[in-house]
Structure formats: structure tokens, C-alpha cells
């Protein structure tokens, strides 16, 4: 298994339209793709507040590759993407992280 740590880096003052499109839309979407979020966050306390936070877990690259593939060519997604996006950018970018455990001792 791995995980990727995705960060949506939200427009002024759009952090809550961003949260409102994953919830409404992209979790729904990546469920039907077999994409399933671990966990989802916003930023209280740190260094930016502007902030949606996701972890997803695959078996391996080639299943990412081609579950998120799928996922940016969905044609619904592209729909719901050009709607709340219309009137300027929610997101200003993505930074993602795919990240692999190490055998700690606990």
C-alpha cells in the first residue's frame, strides 16, 4: 500500500467553495471511480489556513495512475469543474505527496 497526501491550495477567500465542491461533488465522483479518501482536513492552527487536505490509498502507481486518469477525464467532473470554477479559480494549485511507510518501532 501507499498513500498520497493531496493539497488544495484555495483562492482568496474560497476555501469554503472548495470544501463545499469536494463534498458535494469530487467524493461522490471518486467513489463511483473506486477512489476512496482516508481522511479530509482544513487547517485550524499552522501556517496557512487556505488549506483542503486528503489522503487516498492505493495498492500501488499503476492503480493511481489510472484511477486518477479516469478521474480528470470524467466527463462529469469536467462539467462540475468549469461550473464552480467560472467565475475565477477556486483552487490557486495542488501539491501532492505519495508517500511510503517505514517499519518504526512503537
Same mark, same amino acid.
Given at each position: 500500500?501507499?498513500?498520497?497526501? =493531496?493539497?488544495?491550495? +484555495? +483562492? &482568496?477567500?474560497?476555501? $469554503?467553495?472548495?470544501?463545499? =465542491? ?5 467524493? $461522490? ?6 477512489? !476512496? &479518501?482516508?481522511?479530509?482536513?482544513? #487547517?485550524?492552527?499552522?501556517? +496557512? ?19 486518477? %486518469? ?24 495542488? !501539491?501532492?505527496? #505519495?508517500?511510503? $511507510? #517505514? %517499519?518504526?518501532?512503537?
Amino acid at each position: 500500500m501507499i498513500h498520497e497526501m =493531496r493539497v488544495y491550495h +484555495a +483562492a &482568496p477567500k474560497k476555501l $469554503p467553495q472548495v470544501v463545499q =465542491r469536494f463534498q458535494n461533488h469530487t467524493i $461522490p465522483i471518486f467513489k463511483r471511480l473506486g477512489i !476512496s &479518501p482516508l481522511q479530509v482536513w482544513t #487547517v485550524v492552527i499552522g501556517e +496557512a489556513n487556505d488549506q483542503l487536505i486528503y489522503v487516498l490509498e492505493w495498492q500501488d502507481l499503476a492503480e493511481r495512475q489510472e484511477k486518477m %486518469a479516469a478521474f480528470m477525464k470524467d466527463e462529469e467532473w469536467q462539467k462540475v469543474w468549469a461550473e464552480t470554477d467560472k467565475d475565477g479559480p477556486l483552487v490557486r494549485y495542488i !501539491s501532492n505527496q #505519495v508517500l511510503q $511507510p #517505514v %517499519a518504526v518501532a512503537t
